[in-house]
């Protein structure tokens, strides 16, 4: 017996249900949907948010990749509480970064994210020992009331990036790398739910750049932070489960990782690739796979039992 056809007030309904904002997921570090930014200056616009989706799991270590322009900066932004977006939702640990007042916003800078920048010397005071600018943000926190919890906090920081000796040194007497991991640690002093870092290796040779990269994926598996690093390094976005890949100010493509063992106890990466559905329907299919198949302008999509098949278009 054959299913009836639904009906319309069924269909309105769900049309409906579509077209109305999702309840944000409780278990979600990161949950940005259709976000936009338009950028203005002397008359001309530019769109380097475009309609943005994206969600990170809690506990996730998360790579953003992209072309130059294609605005993982500008989401970092946003997501640091930098920069507010024009338009769409986005929800960091609970908090509505569309919806806060000023006075939210510096809490919310201060306590539920933090943020690594590229320029080694933009994240540290230069007049502060290494162990003074991770005291800082809990100073600023809750001024020197437990001055002693907070001095156990440096050193518990200092220790997990491996920089417990240079406590006592000033940023001047660090290295590229050593400033990145008192960086990190400065960003980790007010135990936040979520750590951005915008290129945070791109200042440092590539082995240096590795040992950080490690420090950050320590941070991630022993304190449980969720972690989302832009980067240009293959290399570095090869190393984390998830790469997530924006083109056009939208998050256009992603790669799963995940280590497989075989009978011999012989372990091997295993990588799929997945390109993101938004709410309309949309999709960015991979330019190398179009330009493979001279797709271009107009493809043929049919309907399988499992799959959606697109071929190039076959009208003459
Ligand atoms: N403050 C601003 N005013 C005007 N346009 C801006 C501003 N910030 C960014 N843009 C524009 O928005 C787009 C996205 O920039 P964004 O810095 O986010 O890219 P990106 O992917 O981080 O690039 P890169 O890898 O080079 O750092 C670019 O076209 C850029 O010129």
């Known amino acids: ?67 130059s322009g294609s605005g993982k900066s500008t989401l970092l932004n946003v997501l640091a509480g930098l920069d507010t977006p024009t338009a769409g939702s986005a929800t960091v640990a609970g908090c509505d970064l569309l919806a806060m007042t000023p006075k939210d916003r510096l809490r919310y800078r201060r306590e539920v994210v933090g943020f690594i920048w590229q320029q080694t010397a933009r994240n540290l005071l230069p007049f502060l020992t290494a162990a003074q600018n991770v005291a800082l943000p809990m100073q ?22 491996d920089i417990a000796e240079l406590g006592h040194r000033r940023p001047a007497e660090l290295s590229g790398g050593q400033q990145q991991r008192v960086a990190i640690a400065v960003a980790l002093a007010n135990d936040p739910a979520v750590l951005l870092a915008d290129e945070p290796t791109g200042e440092l040779d590539s082995e240096t750049a590795v040992g950080i990269f490690e420090a950050f994926r320590t941070v991630n598996r022993e304190l449980g932070t969720t972690v989302v690093v832009v980067t240009h390094d293959p290399m570095v976005a090869g190393e984390v489960r998830r790469t997530v890949a924006i083109r056009d100010g939208r998050t256009s493509s992603e790669v799963l990782r995940r280590t497989v063992t075989d009978e011999h106890g012989q372990e091997t990466v295993s990588e799929r690739e997945y390109v993101m559905l938004d709410r309309t329907g949309r999709v960015q299919l991979p330019a190398k796979f179009l330009a493979a198949l001279g797709m271009e302008h107009r493809v043929a999509v049919d309907l399988a039992t499992d799959h959606i098949a697109i071929r190039p278009d076959d009208t003459d």
């Open 1 to 67: 017996m054959s299913t009836p056809p639904p009906s319309l007030d069924e269909l309105r309904a769900r049309a409906l249900a579509a077209s109305a904002p999702r309840a944000v997921r409780a278990d979600l570090a990161i949950s940005c949907e259709r976000l936009v930014r338009i950028f203005s200056s002397d008359g001309i616009e530019v769109q380097a948010l475009q309609g943005l989706d994206l969600t990170v799991d809690q506990g996730d270590l998360v790579a953003l990749v992209g072309a």
């Open 140 to 161: 600023l926190r809750s001024g020197h009331r437990a001055a002693k919890r907070q001095r156990g906090r440096v050193t518990e920081l200092l220790e997990a990036l």
